[in-house]
């Protein structure tokens, strides 16, 4: 079902979209933030910090296990990675969290360290945790939050981050707005995609924690004839997974980040 008409549906009937954790309403043109995979060494570990710390719902279909939040959706692999998530471009993901100080204190309590804490570039006290298989992921308080956890931006770092903005601002259709202090930002219903300079070599995402990063469209096959149209190739033809409910296709961005589309996702 398309997502803008299953929100007018939710909404007529006086139901909360974001209660049931699901992805953004799309654009216009049929795109919203879909998911991040992860390779890991132990499945049922990271399932049970997302649910037990991050408040995650975990779904199922057929062979595939999802882990919810309101914006996104987080997908595990178990193949122990090859590296951890800061060695690559794909540094990080992260969430806003209604209170901080409450978070941190269950994350010391479950017997693991907080990297850093900090006012971000938005003004918002901010920390930095590393899951398991060195997963990074940044959280920032917003206190109007009407849920405990929300996925909120992937942060991108390489020495040609302007010219990767810029790529997925014509890619998928995007404008420049910046977040806070940082100006090489960019929205997709969802999420916030940044952009920063990385003073050392960064390598591509594949087999390392953070595998790849997907959005979610809505006619996978028109909008792979836009990618078509605009000079950009998959690097797998689209492919219908019937088992799990999705069409998939992969592409990788100039600096290696690895990008599943996918449709069906949003009904999850």
């Known amino acids: 079902m398309n997502k803008f008409v299953r929100t007018l549906i939710l909404l007529s009937l006086g139901w909360a979209p974001l209660t049931f954790a699901q992805l953004a309403v799309p654009s216009a043109e049929g795109l919203t933030y879909g998911h991040v995979h992860l390779n890991v060494s132990d499945v049922a570990l990271h399932q049970k910090l997302w649910v037990e710390l991050f408040d995650a719902e975990v779904v199922s279909k057929g062979p595939l296990t999802a882990i919810k939040f309101p914006n996104m959706i987080i997908l595990l692999r178990e193949n122990p990675p090859t590296m951890g998530s800061r060695q690559t471009v794909m540094d990080h993901f992260g969430f806003k969290v209604r209170n901080i100080e409450t978070f941190l204190a269950r994350w010391r309590a479950a017997g693991y360290p907080v990297e850093s804490e900090f006012i971000g570039s938005e003004g918002q006290?901010?920390?930095?945790?590393?899951?398991?298989?060195?997963?990074?992921v940044e959280l920032q308080e917003d206190q109007s939050l009407h849920v405990e956890v929300m996925g909120y931006h992937v942060h991108y770092f390489t020495d040609q981050y302007q010219e990767l903005l810029q790529w997925y601002t014509r890619v998928f259709d995007l404008e420049t707005r910046p977040r806070g202090r940082i100006e090489?930002?960019?929205?997709?219903?969802?999420?916030?995609?940044?952009?920063?300079?990385?003073?050392?070599?960064?390598?591509?995402?594949?087999?390392?924690?953070?595998?790849?990063?997907?959005?979610e469209v809505d006619d996978l096959e028109a909008f792979v004839a836009r990618l078509a149209a605009k000079g950009i190739e998959l690097d797998s033809p689209i492919r219908e997974i019937p088992a799990i409910g999705l069409k998939i296709a992969f592409l990788t961005d100039p600096q290696g980040v690895y990008i599943e589309l996918t449709e069906g996702l949003d009904d999850y």
């Open 184 to 215: 090489t930002t960019t929205n997709v219903p969802g999420m916030n995609l940044s952009f920063g300079n990385s003073r050392t070599p960064r390598v591509g995402t594949q087999g390392a924690a953070i595998d790849h990063i997907g959005f």
């Open 125 to 136: 006290k901010n920390a930095y945790v590393m899951m398991p298989d060195d997963v990074y």
